[in-house]
């Protein structure tokens, strides 16, 4: 009888000390409904936490730390390269801790979390999710419906950008870093996988193919480095690449720059005919038939990443404001004009926009 | 744990009861040389009890200095003095520029300070004492030849929590004008403490990995004498590995470490010509260094040279006083980032005059001096002009001038980005302090206070400059603030009680700066707290000594912009000693027990840098003399 009564005395307790966690747990949280407007993706600085801001595009207003707010404090991880959303779940990208947090879009409350070595971008299609893990190794994850890695695909080295188009998943291999020989060994492979076998087919691109945008046509537009610093022959301009997903043909090379220069997010408009990318000195664009090719500078200024509001047609700038403090949101309209800026959280990269 | 503690109080009363001398330990406190022009706080007393602590831990002891640790035992710890980024800080070794020639900074992490005799912190430019303009101070560390004793020895352990261990072996003598030491030091820890991870969900406790340390140095000290001449010689051996633990954001535990091994010597002769006094030095670090990461497969080393000449001359004219030096110093780097072998000069000729005045109470000093750098090719001509004036129980000192630093090797040679024409970082300080002393019946008080003010111009700062990141002179950078100290002591019978107590206040803004809208404007630079209080209380009684230590530091903002909520935390620390030593001629025992961060707080020294909470160490020490 008597180890009955303490049985259901600790029982009582840890009951109890459960109630208290959730208690503290929900005291602590300030839920965030993200059902519009701009998920801002910021890097954070050196040695210290990525966080996400939300930009109200209708109002206006900014709150920063809405991940932070929503888990008790506790941030998404170290380099939050990027962000996506699939139905009522969002994935946040942390390369720097090496996961991916997936939260319920409508409280942002962290709900699980896909341990890899780098992930660095997430594509869905159908009931997959795609993860490039931008090692040497060159692996893509798959993971199922309950968020669980399920399969790993074997891709090019350095597996970065990745994009999904006319059913399929395209990936962009940029190379990898030579540590003994202190160069990047480049790639440019863009790896095209089939959800339904996980089968790869390759296509040969350009120097380091980044970033992807699909025009009004259905083509696919790869956005590709080229040869920079620290990469090995480091002779090649920035270019784009038109591909056909379908059939998996480079279809045209279009350079954008000098040797020495390099291009890497880029972003096409609603209607799908103007590509925005930057270089080191501003925003340019580029109609998909070669319109504006060889214009100047269209919005100037040292950015590191560009988005383009689906909604206005505005254009949305990330300054990083040398990675130590908080970071800039120009809004410009289409044709470069300023409209308002934020101010959101450290190195700003980019923004889910919905 | 109790355990353990039953163990180290037996043996305590053991060695007690065993011990025929009893005698009364010294208060190891940090002494301030009064001679000099700058204040200078001197360690010497503090190693001959302490020698495990590494030169990080022992500098923590200095209000005007900021210690930012990255976790345990032996982890990579940088040190500014005066809010001053550590690459402005020089470190000097019996004279020698030791300062890392790629970073300009010195990680002051794994030095056990039993490795030199006497460690002295200079404040600001210090061309009056030292022949250095550094902007932010100087660190010097010195081994002293014993030319008194005949033959002594000592042997130490220290054990401590999170696996750490230390060993100390010194000896040495003197025969027939000829005086050598040798000294050798061992530490290596595991540092796996446990933490409460407060950046991952659920808070949960983990475990430090990939975190162990080890140190191992030898050195040996030799000189010779006679009527004219003097020859000195001290050759340092280091070699050690670090390995980087996670940060706490990380999901697995880090692979990466650093090996870093250094061959150091320094030559020094001295003689008299008529009634100059010469001295001729010459010096060589060579370091080699490497940092790997599997993971990213990032393979980084580099071995550096800097051999290091001067000959210097001092004169003595009735009041006046006259010191002249001439130095230079070849550096070279090769490293895997550069494209082939970097080279550079580096000189430094400096004339100092001194008057002293009213039977020495008042010294006026002006020394000029004229630094040329061959890479990139710069002439800095400067100079400083310094009082002393005593007066009763009064000490007031006050110095301004100009002072300089040159990049560093990455700066000048990095591949894309780097510029070998970097202007120098350039400017001045003004400092002005008092000292007062007196005695009250039994107390005895010391009041200490200083105020300074600096402009750095030309600063050196890495900026996103689109396709890379490229070096720039880009602010102004402007130092001031202050520092103040009281220290009691009681003596009555057998009871001796000392407390000291240091305050420091440092703002250190951005002026002006060539990038737009540069949000550091206005702001406290990253890392370094505005205020600081280092409190210590002591008490010896019957042979044992008991130190209570209660350090508060204020938030360090980790963005230039000051985002609160990305601040981190102000915090204080608590460490507890206890201490004897017992005479048993020939030999000295000397033990101490220890408990650091006494109140287990949790705290971070850098950011997402996990930091150890409460630990225990156990001191024994052998002299013989």
């Not at chain 2, 290596?188 to 990939?210: C, L, W």
């Not at chain 2, 990455?410 to 070998?420: A, R, V, Y």
């Amino acid at each position: 009888m008597k180890k009955s009564i303490i049985y259901l005395f600790a029982g009582t307790l840890l009951l109890s000390s459960c109630k208290d966690d959730e208690k503290d747990k929900e005291s602590c949280s300030k839920p965030f409904n993200f059902s519009s407007g701009a998920v801002v993706i910021n890097e954070g600085s050196f040695n210290g936490t990525g966080s996400l801001s939300h930009i109200d595009l209708t109002t206006n207003e900014v709150r920063n730390f809405i991940y932070e707010d929503a888990n008790c404090d506790v941030p998404a991880g170290s380099v939050v390269q990027s962000f996506a959303i699939n139905g009522e779940k969002g994935y946040v990208v942390a390369n720097g801790s090496g996961e991916v947090q997936v939260v319920n879009l409508s409280t942002f409350k962290q709900e699980k979390t896909i341990v890899l070595s780098y992930p660095r971008y997430i594509a869905f299609e159908g009931e997959k999710g795609f993860i490039s893990n931008g090692t040497s190794e060159g692996k893509v994850f798959v993971i199922n419906s309950s968020n669980a890695v399920t399969d790993t695909i074997q891709v090019a080295t350095g597996p970065e950008g990745i994009f999904a188009s006319g059913g399929k998943i395209l990936v962009g291999c940029t190379g990898h870093w030579d540590g003994d020989l202190f160069t990047t060994m480049v790639d440019s492979v863009v790896a095209i996988i089939n959800p339904s076998d996980l089968s790869v087919t390759n296509v040969n691109a350009w120097d380091k193919p980044t970033d992807f945008v699909e025009d009004k046509n259905g083509d696919v537009w790869v956005s590709c480095a080229g040869n920079g610093q620290y990469d090995n022959g480091a002779d090649k301009a920035p270019a784009f690449v038109k591909l056909n997903v379908e059939n998996g043909v480079a279809k045209d090379t279009l350079i954008v720059g000098e040797v020495g220069e390099s291009i890497s997010k880029i972003t096409i408009n609603e209607s799908g005919d103007i590509i925005y990318y930057y270089k080191g000195d501003g925003v340019y664009r580029v109609g998909i038939n070669g319109d504006y090719i060889n214009e100047e500078v269209l919005i100037p200024g040292n950015f590191y990443g560009v988005e383009v509001d689906p909604a206005s047609g505005n254009i949305l700038t990330f300054d990083a404001k040398g990675f130590s403090s908080d970071g800039v949101v120009g809004r410009y309209s289409a044709d470069g004009d300023s409209i308002t800026h934020y101010s959101v959280g450290v190195a700003p990269n980019g923004a889910l926009i919905k | 744990m109790k355990r353990t503690l039953l163990y180290i109080l037996t043996a305590l009363c053991l060695l007690n009861a065993s011990a025929q001398t009893l005698d009364t330990l010294r208060l190891s406190t940090i002494a301030v040389v009064p001679t000099q022009f700058k204040n200078v706080e001197e360690f010497g007393s503090v190693i001959v009890q302490e020698p495990f602590l590494t030169v990080a831990e022992l500098l923590t002891n200095c209000s005007s200095v900021q210690v930012n640790n990255q976790g345990g035992k032996g982890a990579t710890s940088s040190v500014s003095i005066r809010g001053y980024s550590s690459n402005k800080t020089n470190v000097k070794w019996n004279g020698l520029s030791i300062n890392n020639l790629t970073l300009g900074m010195t990680d002051f992490g794994g030095i056990q300070s039993g490795v030199v005799d006497n460690i002295s912190v200079y404040k600001g430019n210090s061309v009056s004492d030292l022949n250095d303009v550094s902007i932010g101070g100087v660190i010097a560390m010195d081994n002293e030849l014993n030319w008194k004793d005949t033959f002594h020895f000592q042997i130490g352990s220290e054990i401590g929590s999170f696996g750490y261990l230390g060993n100390q072996f010194k000896t040495g003598g003197l025969i027939k004008g000829f005086t050598f030491q040798v000294k050798s030091s061992f530490l290596s820890a595991v540092n796996d403490f446990k933490y409460k991870n407060h950046k991952r969900i659920g808070t949960p406790n983990e475990v430090q990995e990939n975190a162990a340390y080890y140190n191992g140095n030898l050195i040996f000290s030799t000189g010779w004498r006679n009527k004219k001449i003097k020859f000195e010689n001290h050759t340092w051996f280091s070699t050690k590995k670090v390995e980087s633990p996670k940060i706490f954001a990380d999901s697995k535990p880090s692979v990466a470490f650093y090996r870093d091994s250094s061959i150091r010597s320094v030559f020094n002769f001295y003689t008299p010509i008529k009634k100059v006094r010469i001295k001729g030095f010459y010096g060589i670090n060579h370091e080699r260094f490497l940092y790997n990461d599997s993971l990213f497969a990032i393979n980084t080393f580099y071995v550096l040279n800097n051999n290091h000449f001067n000959v210097s001359a001092k004169h003595n004219l009735k009041d006046w006083y006259f010191e002249y030096l001439s130095e230079i110093q070849f550096q070279n780097a090769h490293n895997n980032q550069f494209e082939d072998v970097k080279r550079r000069v580096v000189s430094l000729t400096k004339s100092r005059i001194e008057k002293r005045l009213f039977k020495e109470r008042l010294k006026i000093s002006g020394t000029g001096v004229l630094n040329k750098i061959w890479r990139p090719n710069t002439v800095f001509p400067g100079g400083v002009i310094a009082y002393h004036f005593s007066m009763r129980q009064f000490v007031f000192k006050g110095s301004g001038g100009s002072h300089f630093r040159v990049g560093n090797f990455d700066d000048l040679f990095w591949p894309k980005g780097g510029d070998e024409n970097l202007k120098p970082e350039k400017g001045w300080n003004i400092e002005q302090s008092v000292g007062y002393s007196v005695m009250i019946k039994k107390l005895e008080f010391t009041l200490f206070g200083e105020v300074y003010n600096s402009i750095v111009n030309d600063w050196i700062q890495w900026r996103d400059a689109g396709e890379y990141w490229a070096v720039e002179n880009l602010k102004k950078v402007n130092a001031q603030g202050g520092e103040a100290s009281l220290e009691v002591n009681f003596s009555l019978n057998e009871v001796k009680l000392n407390f000291m107590s240091h305050y420091s206040l440092t703002k250190v803004t951005t002026l002006e700066s060539e990038l737009p809208n540069d949000p550091s404007i206005g702001n406290q630079l990253t890392y370094v707290p505005m205020n600081k209080s280092k409190n210590r209380i002591s008490l010896v009684y019957k042979g044992f000594t008991g130190n209570y230590v209660f350090n508060y530091y204020s938030i360090r903002h980790t963005t230039t912009d000051n985002v609160e909520r990305k601040a981190l935390a102000s915090y204080y620390l608590q460490d507890l000693h206890l201490m004897k030593k017992w005479n048993v001629k020939p030999f000295s025992i000397y033990s101490k027990f220890s408990i650091l961060n006494l109140s287990n707080q949790f705290y971070e020294g850098v950011s997402n840098r996990p930091m150890p909470g409460r630990s225990y160490y156990f001191t024994l020490l052998l002299n013989f003399s």
